[in-house]
């Protein structure tokens, strides 16, 4: 009886691993490339959404930002570069038409006491938003968005 039940034992073993070797190789690579092909469609519907975005620092190098868009021919904002303060913007081309703040990440983390836990965007009516940060206890300019449509009120969403 003991010989029988291991003899059972060892024929189902090998009917297992002789029906899971056939499964072919192929199909395998047909749902990595499947993979492979959402993963790119998905890379491509990002920086569609984001548009035409370039990293950028500021002119002492230790702020990193973005400018999204390309400014129209008369924009406010083609003077404006990265780093610089609120005030100093304010003074170039006035107030927008509103604002809107939200938490970055950093704000979640615990025990974390360094730079940029807010931001904040200015909207400017027909020019896009303006995008700063809290460094150094100043409103540091960290992004540019260029972009003719922008109606320059809170629609209450980011």
């Not at 035409?52 to 500021?58: A, C, I, L, Q, T």
Request: proline share 2%; net charge positive; with cysteine.
């Amino acid at each position: 009886m003991d010989k029988f039940f291991v003899k059972c034992i060892m024929f189902t073993a090998v009917t297992i691993m002789a029906l899971s070797g056939c499964t072919s190789n192929e199909s395998r690579e047909e749902r990595r490339e499947e993979r492979r092909e959402a993963r790119a469609a998905a890379r491509e519907a990002r920086q569609a959404e984001q548009g035409d975005v370039r990293r950028v620092k500021s002119d002492d190098g230790r702020i990193d930002g973005f400018i999204r868009g390309t400014p129209a021919p008369h924009s406010k904002f083609k003077h404006l570069r990265i780093g610089m303060t609120h005030s100093e913007i304010m003074s170039l081309i006035g107030e927008g038409s509103d604002r809107r703040a939200y938490i970055t990440g950093k704000g979640y983390v615990p025990f974390y006491f360094g730079n940029d836990i807010t931001r904040f965007e200015v909207l400017y009516r027909g020019s896009g938003t303006l995008v700063y940060s809290d460094r150094w206890g100043y409103a540091v300019l960290v992004g540019i968005n260029h972009d003719a449509s922008e109606s320059g009120y809170n629609s209450g969403r980011r």
